[in-house]
């Protein structure tokens, strides 16, 4: 059985669908890219699974029990967590509150949540800046701050999107290290959305193409960057700055 199995989903926006009769099997363990051009439905997809907004079709399963119509806090006891196109650190909170926000709960003590918060940091590069301000990272350690505030929810299912977005090569390929770590060592399955195709493609095992709400190819990366359909979509519309 899949870890997740999205079936016929479906997203209207008013006259825009959005997310077109979506079916994909994500494996436990494996890192699953998602391909698209600008407005493909990729972060309604994330929505969706997410319990951010309500699909008007459709069925999602963890582990055969049904996500759907759940609040997103539920959503995240069951073990899937996500990180936001932009980034959305908790202002006025410095680095390790915001990361002991993620993992906090009734039975949890703060020295606990404390401990947690601090490996959590180490784990994603940012020991040391405990006490900064949230706010005065640099764009690439909050995205780093945004992971390791999903990580402190203990999920599964780890769902990024864009996470190299606005940041520098020597940063991307760091921060690929860290996904890759994520995945190796820790056992997370990941659900990733990217532009940046080059590093993108060296990180996913595979890849699920949208175009226009609807999944349009899927496979491994060497069989999607020669899908004609594929290139269509997305090299033919890709805005300049979000090329590879
Ligand atoms: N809450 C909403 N209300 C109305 N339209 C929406 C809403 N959210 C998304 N859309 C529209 O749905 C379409 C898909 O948007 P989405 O953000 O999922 O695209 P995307 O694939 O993530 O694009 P990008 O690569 O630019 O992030 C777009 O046309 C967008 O304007
Ligand atoms: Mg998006």
Do not use: W
Request: proline share 5%; glycine share 10%.
């Amino acid at each position: 059985m899949s870890l997740l199995s999205v079936k016929n989903l479906d997203k209207r926006f008013g006259g825009l669908h959005a997310v077109k009769d979506v079916s994909i099997e994500v494996e436990a363990g494996e890192i699953l890219g998602i391909l698209g051009p600008n407005g493909a439905g990729k972060t309604t997809l994330y929505n969706l699974l997410t319990g951010f907004i309500r699909p008007d079709n459709g069925q999602v399963l963890l582990d055969g029990q049904p996500l759907l119509g759940m609040a997103p806090h539920k959503v995240v006891g069951l073990g899937v967590a996500r990180t936001f196109q932009l980034c959305r650190p908790f202002v006025g909170l410095t680095v390790l509150e915001n990361v002991m926000v993620g993992s906090y709960g009734p039975r949890v003590h703060t020295s606990d949540l404390r401990a947690r918060a601090m490996q959590l940091l180490a784990q994603v590069g940012l020991a040391g800046k405990e006490d900064s301000p949230s706010e005065l990272l640099s764009y690439g350690d909050q995205r780093r701050l945004e992971i390791a505030r999903a990580l402190a929810t203990e999920p599964r299912l780890l769902l990024l999107d864009e996470p190299f977005a606005g940041l520098g090569s020597a940063e991307i390929e760091s921060l690929s290290e860290l996904i890759r770590d994520l995945h190796r060592n820790k056992g997370l399955t990941i659900l990733l959305i990217e532009h940046k195709l080059r590093e993108f493609m060296q990180l996913v095992s595979r890849v699920v193409a949208i175009d226009f709400g609807q999944v349009i190819a899927t496979g491994v990366p060497q069989e999607i960057v020669k899908n004609p359909k594929v290139i269509e979509a997305y090299i033919g519309k890709q805005e300049p700055e979000h090329a590879a």
